[in-house]
């Protein structure tokens, strides 16, 4: 089982759940973290959902470094592992991220929901607010009527002010409005599969 047959299956999967929904953008190698980490698929919507993909050829070593910081950002999390690691990386993600088992039959890869996400408990507003570049988040709080006397400010100082002022609420919408609007290469590359594009496209 590649790793590529895996991130296809579930592209597919997503693609297919979302299918006319002009308000879903799915994007992968979404970077967080001002871009340090990147996890494999991300679906933006009234949520900010994250897929993390372990084939049988991965290894877990990075596991618990993106449990903690994907767990910063997203709203609800899954991990879809290969049949191989199931069991030990079923002990090494928090209880409310989903689980799915992906296996191989015949060159098909099938995806068993093992657990459904739930509502992530603690994120975390600033490093959600890191996700703006420092035009959008001047936008951000404009908007907000926040931005006077902030326009010189470096973008450390705005992602923090975005979260010390804005409910938490009314930030991770504007995140997601702002990601839902960038044009399709703004992650900075793309791939062979193409799976940067809004569903609709």
């Known amino acids: 089982m590649r790793d590529i047959d895996v991130r296809q299956a579930v592209w597919r999967q997503l693609a297919a759940a979302h299918a006319g929904d002009a308000n879903t953008r799915l994007v992968?190698?979404?970077?967080?973290?001002?871009?340090?980490v990147r996890i494999d698929i991300a679906?933006?919507?009234?949520?900010?959902?994250?897929?993390?993909?372990?084939?049988?050829?991965?290894?877990?070593?990075?596991?618990?470094?993106?449990?903690?910081?994907y767990g910063k950002v997203f709203d609800k999390l899954s991990l879809v592992v290969g049949a191989k690691h199931a069991e030990k990386a079923a002990r090494q993600i928090p209880t409310w991220w989903g689980l799915i088992v992906a296996t191989a039959d015949d060159g098909a890869i099938g995806l068993q929901a093992i657990r459904a996400p739930q509502k992530n408990p603690a994120q975390d507003a600033y490093v959600v607010a890191e996700m703006l570049n420092r035009e959008e988040a001047l936008a951000v709080l404009e908007r907000f009527g926040l931005a006077k006397g902030w326009r010189t400010?470096?973008?450390?100082?705005?992602?923090?002010?975005?979260?010390?002022?804005?409910?938490?609420?009314?930030?991770?919408?504007?995140?997601?409005?702002?990601?839902?609007?960038?044009?399709?290469?703004?992650?900075?590359?793309?791939?062979?599969?193409?799976?940067?594009?809004?569903?609709?496209?």
């Not at 992968?28 to 340090?36: F, L």
């Not at 100082?157 to 938490?168: D, S």
Request: glycine share 8%; net charge neutral; aromatic share 6%.
């Open 28 to 36: 992968q190698e979404m970077g967080v973290w001002s871009g340090a």
């Open 43 to 69: 679906v933006i919507n009234g949520e900010l959902s994250g897929y993390e993909l372990k084939s049988d050829r991965d290894t877990l070593q990075r596991l618990p470094y993106q449990v903690e910081i």
């Open 153 to 201: 400010k470096r973008i450390r100082a705005l992602h923090q002010r975005l979260a010390a002022e804005l409910n938490f609420a009314d930030l991770a919408l504007e995140v997601r409005n702002v990601l839902k609007g960038r044009p399709i290469e703004w992650l900075g590359k793309q791939t062979a599969c193409q799976l940067d594009v809004s569903v609709n496209s």
